[in-house]
């Protein structure tokens, strides 16, 4: 069975803490994605890579940075930690021929204190 | 630009009815269209897309949606309701070439015995 995998289902943080989200995905897929998902504003792009060390700004890119050194894995670094980016982050990926195809992770559940 | 709107953020049905969800989208290229579903705890998965070709499109677990170019529309449906349906939905939009799509703000299906 095809697989995202986010390194942790919940993280508690403080503000200020640098945090990385890990997301790796098994289907050899060269699209890869982060999404965050609050309650009445559904899913916003913040960063996605389509190649190794390749990274294309998103929607709401601000505060956050991303990582691929590896084409499995996904990287969503935190500089600084901040209470407005509390919130459920989704790792997702695609194949090149069918890039619209998400498959999700289950999702990490952040809360900056 | 493209973007969607999910009209009801929340639907309740009875255990049986049809279920009705709403999606209108606004795409200046022609759109390609999906419905993903999440379950309670788990990240969205695929349940059918339009890209070209047949305007009514079939998905997992009965689900269909039909796309109304004159309606900018792309409602999704299921005859009969059943409690395992119990999910929130969410439409998104996407054209060829894309690379990511913009999702709606969700709409949350309950299910009553």
């Known amino acids: 069975d095809v697989k995202v995998t986010q390194s942790s289902r919940y993280l508690v943080k403080r503000t200020g803490e640098k945090v990385f989200l890990e997301c790796v995905q098994d289907?050899?897929?060269?699209?890869m994605f982060w999404y965050r998902q609050d309650p009445g504003l559904g899913l916003r792009l913040i960063y996605f890579?389509?190649?190794?060390?390749?990274?294309e700004k998103g929607d709401i890119p601000e505060g956050y940075s991303v990582s691929r050194e590896k084409k499995e894995r996904f990287s969503l670094i935190l500089e600084s930690a901040s209470t407005n980016q509390t919130s459920m982050y989704l790792c997702?990926?695609?194949?090149?021929?069918?890039?619209?195809?998400?498959?999700f992770g289950s999702g990490t559940q952040l809360s900056v204190l | 630009a493209q973007s969607v709107t999910q009209l009801g953020s929340h639907v309740s049905v009875s255990e049986g009815a049809l279920v009705l969800l709403r999606c209108n989208y606004s795409s200046s290229v022609p759109p390609y269209l999906f419905w993903y579903v999440q379950y309670p705890n788990q990240g969205l998965q695929l349940l059918l897309k339009y890209t070209t070709g047949a305007t009514l499109v079939k998905g997992i677990n009965g689900f269909e949606a039909e796309f109304k170019k004159s309606e900018t529309s792309f409602h999704l449906t299921k005859p009969s309701a059943h409690m395992s349906d119990a999910a929130e939905y969410f439409c998104?939009?996407?054209?060829?070439?894309?690379?990511?799509?913009?999702f709606g703000t969700g709409t949350r299906l309950t299910v009553i015995p």
């Open positions: 998104a939009v996407g054209g060829a070439g894309a690379n990511n799509l913009f």
């Open positions: 890579s389509y190649d190794v060390k390749m990274k």
């Open positions: 997702a990926s695609s194949s090149r021929p069918e890039r619209e195809k998400l498959f």
């Open positions: 289907m050899d897929h060269e699209n």
